[in-house]
């Protein structure tokens, strides 16, 4: 009674175990497989799609060398604290005055935060990084030097790579964290108390307030923010080749393949791309549950 | 099936009579505790029986007759096998033994349903009628009776005497101790323990001594009589006045304690540290149960009363032997000369050591500024410490006289006098452990947390788990450089920590071992372990037979000895319960508490009302 002998019993055979049929266990008839899926759901990326994207990696890789060169500066003496307390304060006003007059399209449900609030939060960063500006300038004194840049760069490493892409706006707090950490290592090597409360403040500018405008502008203005991106980049590497150009080389090469190259492997890897579903596949809840909360 | 008779030592040689004992239900086996001698009333017996049972409570009885026949004593077993119709019992024994041989033979004699008396009878349908016998006596004299009785043996009962001497089984205590009434639902008390207990509970029964002239004469242990023992006895008078005056003395000590000024709350804290108070409010907790006017019921009572009592005079003589010592040759102006400078000396090694941490101690990267703020914070509070002690110097001589003589109380006391002035004077050493424990737990504490705000997630107090969270901006601006200072500070707090850990940890050692040794003397059975080693078999944990006869024709003849409890059992049993010094916590957990700098008590009293 097999698949190719004589025709088998008139009970058809189905697709179940909890009865008993006159077939064997592991018996598969001419449906078998039938419900495989390949590929599904896949996306059709497009080259110049996906460098879009990819150019806001290559825009916070820009960021962090332009603060990496900034803080460069500072330790060679050739930018002083005032200056740079000054740029950082006018920056922040026209950040903040372009982030109020872009509006959002779509209101998000809590209600949006005052004035008020911003300058109390402002208030405190301030007070605190200035009250604590002479103990974090001490931090790191008996630490070697070598240690110092090794944990930074592990830092800003860690940064980078758990930094919320997809959406910037409520900062990740790895991301944020690391960050801050890697800022606060270097700005304990400077030598004065003022050094370091210039370079943190520049730090939380960089790494928490420029995001949330990036986010901002993203949602609005999708074109200016491709231009912003490009600006920043080639700002960064700028920054970074006056220090040293080996630096700026690297850099370069870096945006470089971050931004041209891997979107390339990514669309040409897709042909390769073999997946299967079938009805054995776990279930994924589709349904936004944040509504509930 | 066979029977076992416990047969006193002291009657082997005692002359012809009525064996007078107890039959132990259940196992077969008969206890003999004395034997009465002619002439005697039968009707006196049985009075003086019924007293004996109800003065001990435990079921007497005649067992049956005990023959030694000297010269001129031929007739005495015609007369002996009379009496078991006048005392009327289920079993009659006959325990017969001559001169010049060592075993004893035994004849059993049933009464069967119709008043008649049988003999025991197995295999061979050889009915013997007593009259059957006394004609075979007086017929044939000595040697067809021993063969009979061989007869008996082999087809009737076997019968194993048990020798037992008596005052020791009289005063011995069988262990594990049953306590109060055995619950009849629990299984009946073993053999051995009903043997015990009989010979321990007929003290009347001994009492009746050879100067005794009653109207019956009996052999069993007999004392010395009342006149004998004459300091006991005036111990024993005079010892009922002294636990009168002791009460009274305890309860005006009491009163004292209770009045209101003393229950003010830093007076009970400080009275409840102090190991002294405690010590003291523990011995008059023993002088209550010694002084007790009721006698002590039981075995366990009296021990512990004695166990008590013993401690608590060798305490005071060890206590008198330091005060002579200390007392003499001006020993204490000597002592009072080198405290002053050796407190002096610790701080001065403690000032070196802050100075020493203050550098940079063996190549630890610290913080500078925060290194010299806590040791010049400790460097004020050694200088103040020393000012207070050179305040106290004068003092010192007339509080050491004076501390001294509490040594009269007990050796315990010195002890603890001494371990509460080393408390004293190393307080300095325990506040700086404090504060470094302090800070250091705070940090352990923020670093922790901070570093979950650093990878993002919060601790969940409901679920006891750690869960995600979405901080705001503020919160991780201001938690990363927190972190990022308390991380950088760690190295100098934790040294500053590790090392006055140290020291507290020297510190308690010493005080450890003053409490332990107190401890040891406060709860060591003396009185058990000298009764142990002097008087072994009134501890018994069991019993052991030897072999004395076993010849063929005549029962099997054991020696029952005590077998004395092993020196541990009896510390185990014994030991007076103290607020048992002992550590609190096991290793793990007091390292895990030194990692994470809780403060650590690591020697706990446990309170002194332990019930």
């Known amino acids: ?96 005055g372009l982030y109020q007059s872009l509006l959002p399209q779509v209101e998000s449900g809590c209600e949006p935060r005052t004035g008020l609030a911003d300058l109390q939060s402002a208030a405190i960063f301030l007070s605190f990084t200035f009250g604590f500006s002479p103990v974090l300038k001490t931090l790191t004194e008996s630490v070697s030097t070598d240690t110092v840049y090794a944990m ?69 203005a999708p074109g200016h923010f491709t231009g912003v991106c490009v600006g920043v980049c080639v700002g960064g590497v700028g920054g970074l080749g006056s220090q040293s150009p080996g630096g700026a080389v690297l850099l370069a090469l870096a945006l470089g393949s971050v931004t041209l190259l891997c979107p390339l492997l990514l669309v040409c890897l897709q042909r390769h791309k073999d997946n299967i579903h079938g009805p054995w596949d776990e279930a994924e809840i589709h349904e936004d549950l944040s509504r509930l909360s | 099936m066979v029977l076992k008779i416990f047969f006193p030592q002291c009657c082997n040689r005692a002359d012809s009579g009525l064996l007078v004992g107890r039959w132990i239900s ?49 007739g005495m077993e015609s007369f002996l096998r009379d009496l078991s119709t006048i005392f009327p019992q289920e079993r009659w024994l006959q325990i017969k033994r001559t001169m010049g041989k060592t075993g004893f033979t035994c004849q059993i004699l049933n009464r069967d349903q119709n008043g008649k008396i049988v003999q025991q009878e197995i295999t061979k349908k050889k009915k013997k009628v007593k009259e059957e016998i006394e004609d075979e006596d007086h017929c044939d004299g000595g040697d067809n009776k021993e063969q009979n009785q061989e007869e008996e043996e082999e087809e009737g009962e076997k019968v194993i005497f048990v020798h037992y001497e008596q005052r020791k089984v009289m005063l011995s205590q069988l262990h594990p101790i049953e306590n109060g009434v055995p619950d009849t639902k629990t299984e009946p008390p073993s053999e051995l323990r009903q043997v015990f207990q009989t010979v321990a509970s007929n003290q009347p029964l001994f009492f009746l001594d050879r100067y005794d002239d009653g109207p019956l004469k009996s052999t069993h242990w007999q004392s010395e009589g009342r006149e004998a023992s004459i300091i006991v006895e005036l111990l024993k008078q005079a010892s009922v006045p002294l636990c009168f005056f002791i009460s009274w003395l305890l309860s005006i000590w009491t009163w004292v304690c209770n009045m209101r000024v003393f229950s003010l709350y830093p007076l009970k804290f400080l009275s409840s540290k102090l190991s002294t108070c405690i010590q003291l409010s523990y011995r008059t907790e023993h002088m209550r149960t ?45 002592l009072a000369n080198t405290l ?81 002035m080393v408390a004293l004077l190393t307080f300095h050493i325990y506040c700086f452990y404090v504060y470094g424990a302090r800070l250091y737990c705070l940090k352990i504490y923020g670093l922790s947390s901070l570093w979950r705000l650093f990878r993002g997630k919060k601790w969940n107090v409901l679920r006891q788990r750690v869960d995600s969270c979405s901080y705001d901006l503020d919160q991780l601006f201001i938690g990363t450089l927190l972190f990022t200072v308390l991380l950088f500070l760690l190295p100098t707090t934790a040294l500053y920590y590790l090392v006055f850990t140290l020291l507290r940890l020297v510190v308690v050692l010493f005080q450890g071992v003053l409490h332990l040794s107190v401890d040891f003397i406060n709860s060591f059975p003396l009185f058990a372990m000298g009764l142990r080693i002097c008087r072994s078999y009134r501890l018994a944990e069991g019993v052991k037979f030897r072999v004395l006869c076993e010849e063929p024709g005549t029962a099997l003849h054991l020696l029952m000895e005590i077998n004395p409890l092993k020196c541990s059992t009896v510390i185990q049993t014994y030991r007076t319960p103290t607020y048992s010094c002992y550590p609190k916590d096991s290793w793990a957990a007091l390292i895990k508490k030194l990692f994470v700098g809780e403060l650590i008590y690591p020697w706990r009293h446990k309170t002194t009302k332990t019930d």
């Not at chain 1, 008839?29 to 460098?51: S, T």
């Not at chain 1, 740079?84 to 026209?94: E, I, K, P, Y």
């Not at chain 1, 964290?177 to 370091?196: E, K, M, Y």
């Open chain 1, 152 to 220: 930074s760069a592990i830092m800003l490493l860690a940064h980078l790579v758990s930094f919320p892409y997809a959406q910037p706006s409520p900062p990740g707090s790895l991301s944020l964290n690391a960050a801050l950490f890697a800022s606060v290592c270097l700005a304990s090597r400077l030598p004065g108390a003022l050094h370091t409360f210039a370079m943190l403040s520049c730090a939380l500018m960089v790494f928490a307030l420029w995001p949330c405008l990036l986010q901002r502008l993203k949602e609005t």
């Open chain 2, 290 to 334: 010694i002084s007790s006017s009721t006698a002590a019921k039981g075995h366990t009572e009296f021990m512990r009363k004695a166990n008590v009592l013993v401690s608590f005079l060798v305490d005071v003589a060890l206590g008198l032997l330091l005060i002579s010592w200390l007392y003499r040759d001006n020993h204490i102006s000597t």
């Open chain 2, 340 to 420: 002053v400078p050796a407190a002096d000396h610790v701080a001065k090694e403690l000032e070196e050591l802050l100075q020493w941490l203050m550098g940079a101690p063996a190549g630890l990267k610290m913080n500078r500024a925060l290194d010299q703020v806590l040791g010049r914070f400790f460097l004020y509070h050694i200088h103040l410490w020393i000012s207070y002690i050179h305040l106290m110097s004068p003092f010192i001589e007339g509080i050491l006289w004076y501390g001294g003589l509490s040594a009269c109380l007990g050796l315990t006391f010195a002890l603890s006098l001494l371990s509460d």
């Open chain 1, 1 to 96: 009674m097999g698949p190719d002998g004589a025709p088998g019993p008139t009970v058809p055979w189905r697709k179940v175990l909890w009865e008993r049929q006159p077939f064997p266990d592991n018996y598969v008839d001419q449906r078998f497989l039938e419900e495989l899926r390949r590929n599904e759901g896949i996306r059709q990326y497009r080259y110049w799609a996906v460098v879009k994207e990819a150019g806001f990696v290559g825009q916070q890789l820009s960021c962090v060398a332009l603060f990496i060169s900034l803080w460069l500066y500072m330790e060679q003496g050739l930018l002083c604290p005032e200056t740079l307390l000054w740029g950082s304060l006018v920056c922040a006003l026209l950040g903040y």
């Open chain 2, 26 to 74: 259940g196992h077969e086996s008969a206890v003999v505790l004395a034997v009465i001698h002619y002439p005697f009333i039968p009707g006196q017996v049985k009075q003086y029986i019924q007293q004996m049972q109800a003065q001990s409570g435990v079921e007497l009885s005649v067992l049956g007759s005990w023959s030694l026949p000297k010269e001129g004593q031929e």
